[in-house]
């Protein structure tokens, strides 16, 4: 990295937006020397009294050190002419996954789901061989380009997870929907699992075309951006996150909100309600005792959920999906599930259909512009018996729910990744 003498970013030339986070926004860019195009992502300083913010440094130096064909590569830094503001230069990718399932009429075939996900394994199983957590798995983060490459990226919540550095780590990352029990039941010694129970997440959700754990979120939750860039993470609830000081953080290791307990809810209501015979250390869990005493004892659904799917795809989701971080599936035993290995075989990513540029941002902000001009419309000519749309959405809903397995309908409104469902800032992440 040229840490000293970072170019400048007038090397490249601004083209448009493409994402929007919690951390910054991410630009396409063309390269003024070559020509290739950049993603550029903004290192927020807003608001740092003391210099560069060490969550950047972080996850710089976490993509410095890691080299893999599924995960995204870091070209430099660069800086505004003054230096006020500092951006990370990344390879461009045309998709996120979320933007890409989100498009309207994308079906994903099997073998192209197997592709996906045998590359997203493959990354996370490297990260994991390293000794990094991801911490933030979801299709936003997922990126592939037009030759069908997945790359795992967005190592803003990423750490280290070396056994010199064995420290509490913080319970409030991951995106809710993808936030594994043991951090909703507030463990702070976690390991590679919560990456995979992310990863599971996706699965299930390639395999049923629509999102499985998606609790709503109460609305004291959804924040403004503003609140969420002060620190607060836009679905947690409003008390204070926890401080480094393991003295004071004593006093903050409390269950969370409303919305979190709606998550563990909708977990259990899949997965079943856990006992100790299932999860030998489920209650010498933080918040166990307050939390588990509450929760109705649900039966297990996967297999009724996931009937359709072949028995392979089936048996893979009911490993994922395990409730035990002990016993979940790593990355590198799913990679040699019989899921992989079986006919339909994962296609090559260079089999891959090609696809329009679509990133979650353009395809949130595509349906919003439609779903504005439709109320425009509806507004302008009121459809006879005024009922109309809610019969073009009931129409829609059928086809949902038929939708054929292995093949995408479009997520509800807001997608696998609404911007409220964010985890911790990242600024506080340990
Ligand atoms: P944040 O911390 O803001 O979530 P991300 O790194 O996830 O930051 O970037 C936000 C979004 O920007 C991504 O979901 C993706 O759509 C887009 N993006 C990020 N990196 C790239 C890239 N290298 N190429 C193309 N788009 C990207
Ligand atoms: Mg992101």
Avoid at 24 to 32: K, Q
Avoid at 125 to 141: F, M, Q, V, W
Avoid at 177 to 204: H, K, M
Avoid at 388 to 406: E, I, T
Wanted: proline share 7%.
């Amino acid at each position: 990295m040229r840490s000293y003498s970072a170019r400048s970013v007038e090397a490249y030339e601004k083209i448009e937006q493409v994402g929007e986070g919690t951390y910054g926004e991410v630009f396409m860019a063309r390269s003024r020397d070559d020509s290739s195009l950049v993603a550029l992502k903004k290192v927020k300083l807003e608001g740092e009294r003391e210099g560069f913010p060490i969550t950047a440094i972080r996850e710089i130096k976490i993509l410095k050190s890691l080299n893999h064909d599924n995960v995204i590569n870091m070209k430099e830094i660069v800086t505004s002419k003054n230096k006020s503001s500092i951006y990370m230069v990344f390879e461009y990718m045309d998709h996120d996954l979320t933007g890409l399932a989100g498009r309207e009429g994308i079906k994903f075939s099997i073998p192209q789901i197997k592709c996906y996900m045998q590359q997203l394994l493959t990354g996370l199983n490297y990260c994991h061989l390293n000794n990094i957590l991801h911490r933030d798995i979801k299709g936003a983060n997922l990126l592939i380009d037009n030759n069908g490459v997945l790359k795992l990226a967005d190592f803003g919540l990423a750490r280290s997870c070396a056994l010199e550095n064995s420290r509490a780590l913080t319970n409030r990352v991951i995106t809710l929907w993808y936030r594994p029990p043991e951090l909703l039941l507030g463990t702070q010694a976690y390991g590679p699992a919560v990456d995979t129970w992310s990863a599971g997440c996706i699965f299930a959700e390639l395999l049923l075309g629509k999102p499985i754990l998606q609790v709503r979120v109460s609305s004291d939750a959804r924040l403004p951006r503003r609140a969420k860039a002060r620190g607060r993470a836009s679905n947690s609830p409003r008390v204070p996150n926890p401080p480094s000081s393991l003295f004071l953080g004593f006093f903050f290791l409390k269950p969370q909100g409303k919305s979190e307990t709606e998550q563990l809810d909708l977990i259990f209501k899949l997965c079943g309600t856990p006992s100790a015979e299932d999860w030998p250390g489920l209650h010498s869990l933080p918040w166990a005792k307050t939390i588990l005493p509450t929760k109705k004892a649900y039966p297990r659904r996967v297999q009724e959920v996931f009937r359709r799917a072949p028995p392979s795809a089936r048996r893979l989701v009911e490993r994922f999906l395990t409730l035990d971080p002990e016993k979940r599936v790593t990355a590198r035993d799913a990679l040699d599930s019989d899921y992989f290995w079986e006919e339909p075989l994962p296609c090559k990513p260079g089999d891959l259909p090609k696809y329009e540029p679509s990133h979650e941002f353009q395809t949130r902000k595509r349906k919003q512009e439609a779903s504005r001009a439709q109320e425009e419309r509806a507004r302008r000519a009121p459809a006879p018996g005024a009922g109309a749309g809610y019969g073009a959405a009931a129409k829609y809903a059928g086809y949902r729910a038929a939708a054929p397995l292995g093949s995408w309908a479009a997520p509800a409104a807001g997608g696998m990744t609404a911007s409220w469902a964010q985890p911790k800032k990242k600024d506080e992440a340990e």
